[in-house]
């Protein structure tokens, strides 16, 4: 009986730890964030995020606006991260929670298996007469705009932006994959460089402010726009982060920092090209100053109705030229924070054809 009684109570005990233990893990399980549900007004102290974003950090550094993030109780591990490649790496291996990219990146982390939402959006002002890329071209090679492309062989990179813009540009031409030859290569602004120079490649998208670089590195080299827009600028984050209600918070604080920052860019280029591009590029000042003139000024969309167009155009391109599964666009981004970047930017938000 005495065993019976103690079997009992011991019954009891257990159960009544299984319940506390079913308390907290339910307490724990309320901090996951519906994606449907409001971002959180407040953070809770010591909420950490991983980003990925070091043209936003030197931003939000040299302008003081970093001390927003502080003051709101959020910290930051800044990662020396950037790219597609680099950032979905990170992502699996769960070391970050966002990066800043392209608009690509968030199409081939669905593809591959990776779960993420676009949370933040800039554009450039005058996005054709401030492209991202030009087309590089080969010294001995003739070619001065997209009508001479047939038959070339084209610097190619299937899983970012420059392997986007090419297709975008073959599109555009009125030209298929079997018009050129693509040379898959790693897209580094140097790799590109390189293979133009050797005549591994006729023609590659390279960074607007390498041109000079690379016509002086190699003479005869030449390069011309594309006339399409490649002005993407996104922040991409794990969706576990963004259905964290914690992170939620501590990223609503950071957009509309960050938001705030690239408004700062525009009327301190001087101060912004020696904090990033002297102090973490390693450009000396007069290219450091030229990169940021031919990047013109970047803006916050009013809306991001036109991005996530684009963004949509894109995907269906991929698709069709790569063999991808189609994508809805719209499952790729969180508009929960287009609300906190229009705030954050007022009245300077960038309406019209331009967002």
């Known amino acids: 009986m005495k065993n019976s009684v103690r079997r009992t109570a011991t019954a009891v005990l257990v159960a009544a730890a299984l319940l506390t233990t079913s308390a907290c893990a339910e307490d724990e399980a309320g901090a996951n964030l519906e994606l449907t549900a409001a971002l959180p007004d407040s953070v809770p102290g010591g909420t950490v995020l991983r980003l990925g974003d070091p043209a936003g950090q030197a931003a939000l550094q040299k ?7 502080a003051d709101a109780g959020v910290e930051v591990e800044w ?3 950037s ?5 979905i790496q990170a992502f699996r291996a769960d070391k970050l929670d966002c990066s800043a990219v392209a608009d690509i990146p968030s199409l081939f982390a669905a ?3 990776t779960a993420t939402k676009i949370i933040f959006q800039s554009v450039t002002v005058d996005p054709l007469e401030f492209p991202i890329y030009q087309l590089g071209v080969a010294p001995g090679t003739s070619a001065a705009g997209l009508a001479d492309l047939r038959g070339k062989k084209i610097a190619y ?7 986007a813009l090419v297709l975008r540009v073959l599109k555009e031409a009125g030209l298929t994959q079997k018009d050129v030859t693509l040379v898959e290569l790693t897209s580094t602004g140097d790799s590109y460089i390189t293979a133009l120079g050797s ?20 003479p005869g080299g030449t390069a011309f726009g594309t006339g399409i827009r490649d002005d993407a600028s996104t922040v991409y984050c794990l969706t576990t982060s963004v259905e964290d209600a914690e992170k939620a918070a501590a990223l609503k604080v950071y957009v509309a920092a960050r938001t705030k920052a690239v408004l700062w860019q525009n009327e301190h280029p001087d101060e912004y090209a020696k904090a990033y591009y002297q102090d973490v590029q390693g450009l000396n000042e007069a290219d450091a100053r030229e990169v940021v003139r031919i990047s013109g000024r970047r803006g916050i ?12 155009e ?7 030229e790569q063999g991808h599964d189609r994508l809805d666009a719209t499952t790729l981004v969180d508009r929960r924070f287009e609300k906190v970047q229009a705030e954050a930017a007022g009245a300077q938000v960038v309406t019209g054809d331009a967002a």
């Open 199 to 218: 005549g591994a490649v006729d023609v590659a998208p390279i960074s607007a402010y390498q041109v000079k670089l690379y016509q002086a590195k190699y």
């Open 301 to 312: 969309p009013a809306t991001w109705d036109n991005a996530i167009k684009r963004l949509q």
């Open 314 to 320: 894109t995907a269906d391109l991929l698709a069709t």
């Open 83 to 87: 790219g597609g490649p680099q950032s």
């Open 157 to 163: 990179s299937a899983g970012q932006a420059q392997g």
């Open 79 to 81: 990662a020396n991260i």
């Open 63 to 69: 302008s003081g606006l970093d001390a927003e993030l």
């Open 111 to 113: 593809w591959t298996g």
